[in-house]
């Protein structure tokens, strides 16, 4: 059984930082594409960072020159390190997997989120 762990979620103060991790396991499938995306309350939920297995990274615009990502195959394991924080980054954080599978091709893996909360 697939699973994704987010940890490092909190309560930090306008200008401060975080780093998020994200373990994941439960299976022996090629890990492609790994990453974040977030939902605000009333808002839809949106892309924050991707990763690709060769490395290759994706950013929204709102969260360039502040974000960074990162990924650790050997332990299956992406982190998101987030600087310079603002309270619009304040919201559930979501880790993401896509898994190369026999049958399905690529199927996309969520985790169930970690509060970030940003005060002002």
């Known amino acids: 059984q697939v699973q994704l762990v987010e940890s490092g979620g909190g309560l930090v103060q306008a200008g401060g930082s975080l780093r998020l991790s994200c373990v994941i396991s439960?299976?022996?499938?090629?890990?492609?594409?790994t990453g974040w995306y977030r939902q605000a309350p009333g808002k839809q939920r949106e892309l924050v960072a991707t990763?690709?297995?060769?490395?290759?990274?994706n950013f929204a615009d709102s969260v360039k020159g502040r974000f960074t990502i990162s990924r650790d195959n050997a332990k299956n394991t992406v982190y998101l390190q987030m600087n310079n924080l603002k309270p619009e980054d304040t919201a559930e954080y979501y880790c993401?997997?896509?898994?190369?599978?026999?049958?399905?091709?690529?199927?996309?893996?969520w985790g169930q989120g970690t509060q970030v909360t940003v005060s002002s």
């Open positions: 993401i997997a896509d898994l190369v599978q026999l049958v399905v091709g690529v199927a996309r893996y």
């Open positions: 990763i690709t297995s060769a490395g290759s990274t």
């Open positions: 439960g299976t022996s499938s090629s890990i492609t594409t």
